[in-house]
């Protein structure tokens, strides 16, 4: 890829990020689903949840 779809590919990145955290914030807590590069994770934990995205963005 070149650096152009990079940068459009870390936009899209973000924003998916950004809106799965919202999910995330919205779910109950004591089970957190999300989806990411084709896998399913399950986090009972919404500190490591947070941890995870702010070490991504």
Do not use: C, P
């Not at 998916?16 to 934990?45: C, P, T």
């Amino acid at each position: 890829m070149n650096k152009q779809e990079d940068s459009t590919q870390d936009s899209m990145n973000l924003k998916l990020n950004k809106a799965i955290l919202y999910e995330l914030e919205n779910l109950s807590q004591d089970s957190k689903v999300y989806r990411r590069d084709a896998n399913i994770f399950f986090l009972s934990n919404r500190e490591e949840v947070k941890r995870l995205f702010e070490r991504k963005t």
